[in-house]
């Protein structure tokens, strides 16, 4: 997982988080941000829960009507 701090920004625009393995930085922090744009704009809920396990678990809420 990531730190709390991190977590707060992951959907901020060009918000990158270094690798802690690789020291690697990757791609150009736009992904989860316009996820997040797409989502508000739909009306959707998105949200990131820290899993220490296995990373961050993103989850997206879509409301459905029959």
Do not use: M
Not at 14 to 29: A, L, M
Not at 53 to 62: F, K, M, Q
């Amino acid at each position: 997982g990531i730190s709390t701090k991190k977590l707060s920004y992951i959907f901020d625009k060009f918000y990158r988080i270094q690798n802690e393995k690789s020291n690697e930085v990757n791609g150009f922090g736009l992904g989860l941000y316009y996820v997040k744009e797409i989502c508000s704009l739909q009306n959707w809920k998105i949200k990131a829960e820290n899993n220490t396990e296995n990373g961050v678990t993103i989850t997206l809420s879509i409301p459905y009507k029959k």
